[in-house]
């Protein structure tokens, strides 16, 4: 958890009754969105000293909108346009439930991009003030116009009545007499604002003594890191039934009790799942969980009803398996668990490339039952994992623990 924005002008109790808006809104977010999704709101925290401050749980440096390149400035904007598609895909999941207020209250969220309230932390989405509502663009002021030009119209007119009535006059037929004087007309000067009068100095007013320094804060709790996610791809097809190797025992039984192990001796943070082939020719992989550590029993039931018939769906069943994690913003973890390569004609090494690409927090470790080293590891190479070969071995070389593989990985 750290702070990276103060805003000093706000008012005691205000930043109070911000903060308790904020802390409800937050809750909200946190009950219906994933992790992935809910960091990207800062926490609102009254300061003590009345001030308003912004918290966030991303690790990293805080950048606000105006100070990134126009590079990560589009890439921010591309990142807050997926938020909102996010947001609108939860508002549509509430109504299908018939939680049409949550709905609401989700769809008050989505809301134009406004640079002042977009920070990057290391290229992540951070947004404050997202709950308020944003001001009404001012009003431009109508200055009135001024209407002296009436009177100079009106002087004007008067004038030329004036010249025709000297005119008629002039042409009756009067006694030869002196003309008279045709009438001078004096215009009236526009009339000439006064000057405003000169303020008078203000009196002096004794400056308050300066206010005492508040005490530092406490520096809060460092909170942990989100845990690893962990999902087994059990190779469930026809092949599993079959021996790893002379004297072997059979595939289906030796994973079995390699992912017995690890479950074992998983964290209690991880949360884990399980892809199975589906156990036809080449129907849709199922999955199960997530399952927490008070679940992991359902887990292993799971596990041992597995009965292996049908084709090898391992590209597909790599798909589901990376769709039920983050892999982006959180490290993430796939043990495979395989007897033989793809039988449905996926390619697994350009899955891998993919799911790489798009989630470049997810490791993929692939454990080869085949006993002759004949599957092909290159999901493991591809996304940085680690590859495991069952076969004999040579009495003087140790063989690998795969439950302290695991726990190592999964390590905070």
């Not at 909108?65 to 598609?85: I, P, T, V």
């Not at 008067?158 to 009067?174: D, E, I, K, N, S």
């Not at 892809?275 to 020719?281: C, L, N, P």
């Not at 495991?388 to 439950?403: E, F, H, I, K, Q």
């Amino acid at each position: 958890m750290q702070r990276f924005l103060r805003e000093p002008n706000t008012d005691g109790a205000a930043a109070e009754q911000a903060a308790r808006a904020f802390s409800d809104g937050l809750a909200l977010i946190e009950r219906h969105f994933p992790p992935s999704v809910a960091q990207a709101y800062a926490i609102a925290r009254a300061g003590a000293d009345g001030t308003l401050e912004w918290w966030t749980r991303q690790e990293g440096k805080v950048t606000p909108f105006a100070a990134l390149s126009a590079d990560q400035q589009r890439e921010l904007l591309a990142r807050y346009a997926e938020h909102q598609g996010q947001l609108e895909s939860l508002a549509q999941t509430l109504e299908a439930r018939g939680l049409s207020e949550q709905a609401a209250t989700v769809r008050g969220l989505r809301s134009a991009p406004d640079p002042a309230r977009l920070h990057s932390v290391e290229g992540r989405l951070l947004i404050t003030h997202w709950s308020e509502p944003r001001a009404p663009a001012p009003v431009p002021v109508v200055v009135p116009r001024r209407r002296w030009w009436w009177w100079l119209l009106a002087l004007l007119l008067l004038a030329l009545l004036l010249g025709l009535l000297w005119w008629w006059l002039m042409r009756r037929p009067v006694a030869p007499v002196m003309p008279p004087a045709a009438p001078v007309v004096h215009t009236a000067p526009e009339p000439v604002a006064p000057p405003a009068p000169e303020p008078a100095p203000p009196e002096p007013v004794a400056e308050p003594p300066p206010a005492p320094k508040p005490k530092p804060q406490p520096k809060p709790d460092p909170q942990p890191g989100w845990p690893t996610e962990l999902v087994f791809v059990l190779d469930s097809s026809a092949g599993m039934a079959r021996p790893a190797g002379a004297d072997s025992p059979l595939r289906q039984q030796l994973a079995r009790h390699e992912i017995e192990r690890i479950v074992g001796g998983l964290p209690a943070r991880t949360e884990t799942h399980l892809v199975r082939y589906a156990g036809k020719s080449c129907a849709a992989p199922v999955h199960n969980g997530p399952y927490k550590a008070n679940q992991r029993d359902a887990l292993l039931t799971q596990l041992r009803q597995t009965s292996s018939v049908g084709a090898s769906a391992l590209a597909e069943s790599l798909k589901v398996a990376a769709s039920k994690v983050d892999g982006r913003q959180r490290d993430a973890l796939i043990f495979v668990f395989a007897g033989g390569p793809d039988g449905c004609g996926g390619d697994v090494c350009a899955t891998a490339r993919e799911i790489h690409r798009s989630k470049p927090r997810l490791r993929i470790n692939v454990v080869d039952l085949t006993g002759d080293k004949s599957l092909d590891a290159c999901a493991a190479k591809i996304t940085g994992g680690e590859s495991y070969n069952w076969g004999a071995r040579n009495r003087d070389t140790p063989g690998v623990d795969l439950s302290k593989e695991a726990a190592r990985m999964l390590a905070p």
